[in-house]
């Protein structure tokens, strides 16, 4: 019985490894590595009927990670904040080589990167111990969801 109580309390004290991708369902596979996971419904309808859910992800160096998945189990958007940039590549998926071109194509700089390339649209701004961002794809989002209101 005490040994049951230990393997329990250990496995509560490890991270979980988790990340949400770009047009993929909600994932608790390798990727970024979380202290703590929370779901919940989007605030503007009841639950059962909510255009999606939020599912946020803090990771082990502090980057809170937000990935809304719709109805139909989709993420269509991620938003991320924290004193470093999380891993865009997990974040991104299929869409990271989206971001790369985007970012060739944007004056370089210490400015915020805010680009659309094809279905992506990505806003990234910050500095040392300070960024935040969201990207989502156009053609995934819900009908009647203002991603300007996704923090």
């Known amino acids: ?7 329990a309390a250990a496995a509560m004290l490890l991270p979980v490894v988790c990340h949400a991708t770009l047009g993929a369902a909600p994932s608790s596979s390798a990727g970024v590595r979380a202290t703590s996971t929370t779901s919940r419904a989007a605030l503007t309808a009841p639950a059962s009927s909510a255009p999606y859910t939020v599912h946020e992800t803090r990771t082990a160096d502090g980057v809170t990670v937000r990935e809304y998945a719709s109805a139909a189990n989709v993420v269509f958007a991620v938003t991320w904040q924290g004193p470093t940039r999380p891993d865009m590549q997990a974040l991104l998926g299929s869409y990271f080589p989206n971001l790369v071109a985007a970012g060739q194509r944007a004056s370089r700089g210490t400015g915020p990167l805010i680009a659309r390339d094809g279905d992506l649209q990505i806003e990234s701004v910050g500095n040392q111990g300070a960024f935040a961002g969201r990207a989502y794809v156009l053609r995934l989002v819900p009908a009647n969801v203002n991603v300007d209101a996704l923090q």
């Open 1 to 7: 019985m005490k040994s049951i109580r230990v393997v």
